[in-house]
C-alpha cells in the first residue's frame, strides 16, 4: 500500500493531511521564515539560507524578502535567477526554473490543485503536477502559474496574467487567462 507521500510524489490524488506532508511543509515554513527575517543588507545571508531551502540552485542567486513554498528542495532554478517581493512557491511536484529568469512582485507559482467535488474537498484531498519555466523569462507582477504548466524560452508574461496553459518558446502572454499577445524576437 502507497503511503501519502508516495500518492503525492507519482502525481496522484493525496491527503495533505497526512503527518509526513505536514511535517514537510512545516519544516519548510522554518526555512522561510529564518529567510525573511535576513535583513536586506545582509545579501550573502540571504543566498546561503536560499541556497540551504532550494534543491538546486546556479550562480547568481538574487531572492527578496518575503519568499514562502512548501517543501523548497522541489525548486529547482538556474543561474541568474532574480525574484523580486513576495513569491510564493506551492512546490508539492518539482519547479524547474531555466537561467536568465526575473520573476516580478507578488507572483505565485503552484503545483498543487483540489478536487472540483465538495465530498472530495473534505477529504482533504490535493494533486500536485510539475511546473516547468524555460530560459530568458520574465514575469510582470503578480503573475499565476497554475499546476502542470510548461512555459518555454524567451517568454514574457504580462503583469497580472493567470497562466493556465502552456506558453510556446519566444512568446508575449497577457490577460485571465493567459493567451499570446503576440511572438518575440530572440534579440
Not at 10 to 16: I, L, Q, T, V
Not at 70 to 75: A, L, M, R, S, T
Request: with cysteine; proline share 4%.
Amino acid at each position: 500500500m502507497l503511503s501519502e507521500l508516495d500518492k503525492l510524489q507519482a502525481g496522484d490524488w493525496y491527503h495533505f493531511d497526512d503527518k509526513a506532508i505536514v511535517a514537510r511543509k512545516a519544516h519548510a515554513a522554518k526555512l522561510c521564515q529564518e529567510f525573511n527575517a535576513i535583513s536586506a543588507t545582509e545579501p550573502e545571508n540571504q543566498t546561503k539560507k536560499m541556497q540551504e531551502i532550494l534543491g538546486s540552485s546556479g550562480d547568481n542567486l538574487s531572492v527578496q524578502a518575503t519568499f514562502n513554498c512548501d517543501y523548497g528542495k522541489n525548486i529547482h532554478v538556474g543561474h541568474d535567477f532574480l525574484s523580486n517581493y513576495n513569491l510564493t512557491i506551492l512546490d508539492m511536484a518539482p519547479v524547474t526554473i531555466g537561467n536568465n529568469v526575473m520573476i516580478g512582485p507578488n507572483c505565485g507559482i503552484y503545483t498543487v490543485n483540489h478536487p472540483m467535488t465538495r465530498n472530495s474537498r473534505r477529504q482533504y484531498l490535493a494533486q500536485a503536477k510539475p511546473v516547468t519555466i524555460g530560459n530568458d523569462v520574465w514575469f510582470g507582477g503578480s503573475v499565476t502559474v497554475l499546476p502542470g504548466v510548461t512555459i518555454g524560452n524567451n517568454v514574457v508574461v504580462a503583469a497580472g496574467a493567470v497562466v493556465a496553459k502552456n506558453v510556446h518558446n519566444n512568446t508575449l502572454v497577457a490577460g485571465v487567462p493567459a493567451k499570446p499577445i503576440r511572438r518575440l524576437t530572440q534579440d
